[in-house]
């Protein structure tokens, strides 16, 4: 039984699997790799936030850890607080409940520092939109560097997300 | 389970009945909403019947359920906010989901505006030497839905939890009210992702009963795969999480890779990893093909052969079983005053499966073992999600076996006029109650989604108290509550 745990997790699950089933994340895994070093040296924290998701988006972010997507292997980190956070990556339509919690982390994350919306009531508040009880998309409460849509993105959406973020985004 | 509503007459007296009913142990309570001038009422009795009851709110109060009945506190605040009721003789006159950071008040009954300024919230009192507090959240450190949980501790031990949540309302019930069935159909997938496919099924069948109409065969074929696959799916994902809360990440890394395998899955043969929006009133948006049962039959027999050996795994380790064994335990008799559903309540006794006693297709024709621990602890909740694993894998397979051809959607008829009905829909979190209410263009006029976390969190805050702080991950994964369901 240990041989077939242990073993389950080597090669070629996590390098060669993925690229497999998947060349397209194969090659953008290259690619984020890349990319997140040239800007950051291996090393990107990310904080989530959560202003009002269905939930539907933070199991797609967790799916970013398990072994085929292995985001940590480029560098890239989730943090448990803001104040370690080079990125806050905020999912939800910003419900006015957690505005205030939303802008207080934000405050609360050292510059230089960028934020993504992920998904696609925090582009717009998406099928929330116009509800009493929704700011109205992440860019309404805090700047927003980079949307990534979908319901919920993809992991390999997430990953093309953050990729473009390091190309693009100097600070 | 979904049928025809066949209501009570708004009648303060058999209000208080009802009330009486589920004080004295003679009914669960199903679920307490607001609607327009009134507060409704589902019980289910011992017999198996449903009781369906409504206070007239004419002067704008009710008699509390609350007051008699603990498991009513949370759904009947949220019901006052929304519609701007009085419970009468309630204890707990806290709102519950309004923080005051709304525009207005009552957004579902008569509106009135608010400045935005938020309300204070005094929470409940523990009091004695050396006690402290310790408030976590909203924000949490993991990547979770966020509320607020404050600890009273003494030293090491949890003295008291309370929970406050609310912060991911984004106004469900009033944005479904004037939408038509699709829309409807959009907003109920997305108020608990992880139970996308639970919650299409639960409004589609409310809107199908409504309707009087039937979705065609294989659709309840179809609906029951996807229910499944979301089943496992979760628990894969919780059963590692638990696992990663006592720093055991080999689990974690194991269930983790499972779980990528089902939505991958999912995605081959439904088009949506976590099937979102496949499911609609009348049917589901997408058919099957034979490519992609076979992708679903492949998952199936991977899951067996690899998924024993993790059980082993967790059946073998010592130092894991230390942290799960005894931990956070729920007692049997409070599992069963609030009638709490799902793995929750079945780890704690409570022999309860809609699926099985409110039986639906393609359920009703099938025979399935509903597993039950009685111990009440992390480790007994672990092993009612891994024997349910074994369970859907064999459900998925007779479902492809049993799958018939045909149709996959019934056009939905017009309604004669306005009409309304109830699903009963077991959810991988426990049994998801949705009303619906249509008026006579079609239109939703009132939908209610109840999601099995209502009466779990307050549990939550039973099965902590006495443990230690540190042990909080643990019994809070292995509820694993929804935030979302339950703020709407």
């Given at each position: 039984m ?12 996590t390098?060669?699997a993925?690229?497999a089933?998947?060349?397209?994340l ?17 090393s990107?924290a990310i904080?989530?936030v959560d202003?009002?998701?269905?939930n539907g988006?933070?199991?797609e972010i ?14 890239f ?6 104040r ?5 990556l ?26 993504v919306?992920?998904?696609g009531?925090?582009a717009?508040g998406g099928?929330?939109?116009?509800s009493y009880?929704?700011?109205g998309?992440v860019?309404s409460?805090v700047?927003v560097?980079?949307v ?5 993105p993809?992991p390999a ?8 973020l ?6 | 389970m ?6 009570s007459p708004?009648?303060g007296a058999e ?5 009486r009913l589920?004080?004295?142990g003679e009914?669960?309570l199903?679920s ?9 009422m589902?019980?289910?009795q011992?017999s198996g ?18 007051a008699v009945?603990?498991p009513?506190d949370?759904?009947?605040?949220a019901?006052c906010?929304?519609f ?13 989901l ?10 579902l ?11 204070a919230?005094?929470f409940l009192?523990?009091e ?9 959240g909203?924000?949490?450190a ?5 509320g ?6 003494g030293g090491e031990a949890v003295?008291r ?5 609310g912060?991911v ?5 009033r ?6 069935l699709?829309r409807?159909?959009v ?5 608990s992702?992880d139970?996308t496919?639970a919650?299409g099924v639960?409004f589609a069948r409310a ?9 065609p065969?294989r659709?309840?074929?179809?609906r029951g795969?996807m ?7 979760n628990?894969?994902?919780d059963?590692?999480a638990v696992?990663?809360d006592a720093a055991?990440?080999l ?8 779980r ?15 099937m979102?929006?496949a499911?609609?009133?009348g ?9 992609g049962?076979?992708t679903?039959?492949?998952l ?10 993790l ?8 130092s894991?079983q230390?942290r799960?064994?005894?931990?956070g335990v729920?007692d049997?008799d409070?599992?069963?005053r609030f009638g709490v559903?799902?793995v929750v309540?079945?780890a704690?006794?409570?022999d309860?499966?809609?699926r099985?006693?409110?039986p639906?297709p393609?359920y ?8 039950i621990?009685?111990a009440?602890?992390?480790n007994?909740r ?5 024997e ?5 894998l064999?459900?998925?397979e007779?479902m492809l076996?049993?799958?018939s ?7 939905l ?5 306005a009409?309304?009905s109830f699903a009963?829909i077991?959810?991988?979190?426990g049994?998801?109650?949705?009303h ?14 109840r999601d ?18 540190a042990?909080f ?7 694993n509550c ?7």
């Open positions: 240990r041989n077939t745990l242990l073993l389950g997790l080597r090669p070629p699950l390098e060669s993925p690229g089933e998947d060349p397209e194969a090659a953008l895994a290259a690619t984020v790799k890349e990319a997140a070093e040239r800007a950051l040296g291996r990107l904080r989530h202003a009002g998701s269905c988006c933070e199991l967790h799916a970013l850890g398990n072994a085929f997507y292995d985001l940590e292997r480029f560098g980190r989730f943090v448990a607080s803001p370690h956070a080079d990125v806050l905020v999912t939800g339509p910003v419900t006015l409940n957690m505005r205030e919690a939303l802008q207080r982390t934000y405050d609360a994350t050292p510059g230089p520092k960028w934020v919306a992920s998904g009531c925090a717009d099928v929330f939109a116009g009880a929704i700011a998309g860019s409460v700047p560097d980079l990534i849509p979908g319901c919920p993809s959406a997430l990953l093309r997300g953050l990729l473009a390091m190309t693009g985004g100097s600070k | 979904s049928a025809s509503l066949r209501l708004a009648n209000w208080r009945e009802a009330a589920l004080a004295a009914a669960t199903m307490l909403w607001g609607d327009e001038g009134r507060m409704r589902a019980l289910r011992a019947a449903f009781l369906f009851v409504e206070a007239a709110c004419e002067d704008g109060s009710f008699p509390s359920v609350a009945h603990a009513a949370r759904l009947e605040r019901a906010d929304l701007g009721f009085t419970a009468l003789e309630a204890a707990d006159k806290r709102r519950w309004d923080h005051g950071r709304w525009p207005l008040r009552h957004p009954g008569q509106p009135v505006p608010h400045d935005g300024a938020p309300d919230y005094p009192k523990a004695g030497e050396g006690l402290h507090q310790i408030p976590v909203p924000v949490h993991g990547i979770i839905e966020p607020h949980f404050r600890f009273h501790a003295v939890l309370e929970e406050r949540l912060y309302h984004k106004g469900v019930d944005l479904m009210r004037g939408a038509n699709e409807g159909g907003l109920a997938a997305r108020v992702g139970s496919v919650y639960a809107v199908e009963a409504a309707l009087g109409i039937e979705a065969p659709a309840h074929g179809l795969l229910a499944e696959l979301e089943r496992i799916a628990h894969f994902g059963i590692g696992c990663n055991f990440a689990m974690h890394a194991h269930c983790g890779i499972l990528e395998r089902t939505l991958r899955t999912a995605k081959a043969a439904f088009g949506h990893r976590l979102m929006d499911v609609v009133p049917g589901v948006a997408v058919d099957l093909t034979s490519e049962a076979e679903i039959r492949a199936v027999r991977h899951v067996r052969t690899t998924f024993p050996s059980v082993q795994l967790y059946d073998n380790t010592a894991l230390d799960t064994v005894g931990t729920l049997a409070l599992a069963r559903g799902g309540g079945r704690s006794g409570r309860f499966d809609a099985r006693d409110c639906y393609p009703d024709a099938m025979s399935f073992k509903v597993p621990r009685r009440g602890d992390v007994a672990i092993w009612v999600r891994i349910e694993v074994g369970e859907s064999d459900l998925i007779t076996l049993r799958l051809g045909g149709p996959v959607r019934a056009t008829a017009s309604p004669g006029g009409c309304e009963l077991e959810a991988f979190r049994d998801v109650f949705a619906v209410r249509l008026a006579d263009d079609g239109l939703v006029a009132r939908c209610h989604l099995a976390s209502w009466f779990q969190w307050p549990l939550l805050e039973a099965a902590i108290e006495g443990n230690i702080v042990d991950p643990l019994c809070n994964k292995s509820f929804s935030y979302s369901g339950c703020d709407l």
